[in-house]
């Protein structure tokens, strides 16, 4: 199954959009299916289960951070993490960027921007989101790129809602990417709402559910 759901959500989407297949929970046996589609991009959202992923797994997969990033478990992704994508602090930025220093690395990193109105949900605001993105103290820190923008909208039915939260952020997106072409990847849709955030400019979809089917805790 998972194989032939990676295929059919490959043929679907847009050529310029991107999946990270969210393997979390899974097994190494289902993400060894995934790969012999051609998938090279996987994400967790837990630092242990990662690395032990890492370990196990042929060395050309690229591994992605999707979870909220505690500061303290920065230093463990730094040696092989493609791109992490829920960075919400100047703080975090400084300790990517010494562990970048550390590893002779640039860290690549998407700001999460906060577009629910979910207290569950990370991420900073617009105003604290170009703050840091236009800082001084960033612009001097060589060891790490913010590469773009991550948000997760609303868990809802509600297609409005969810589009309207989508909207916002590609708006924001678009304003630092017409001034800065390397703020390039715009990280919104997952299973349930990914054909919206498509439609709404998404160049980076992360897929769980819908490749690897239902998890259990
Ligand atoms: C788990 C997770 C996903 C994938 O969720 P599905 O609904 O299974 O597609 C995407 N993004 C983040 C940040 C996640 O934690």
Redesign the pocket.
Known sequence: MVNKNILRIISDIPENVKLVA?S?TKSAEDIMMAYETGQRVF?E?KIQEMSAKYEDLPKDIKWHM??HVQSNKIKYMAPYVDLI??IDSLKSIKILNKEGVKNNRILNCLLQLKISKEESKFGLGEKQFKEIIHSDEYKEMKNVKIKGLMA?ASNTNEKSIIRSEFVHAKKIFDEINNRDKSFEILSMG???DYKIAIECGSNLI?????IFGE?NY
């Open positions: 969210i979390k994400g959202n999707v979870g994508h829920g997760m997952m299973s349930n992360r897929l769980g559910s819908l998890r």
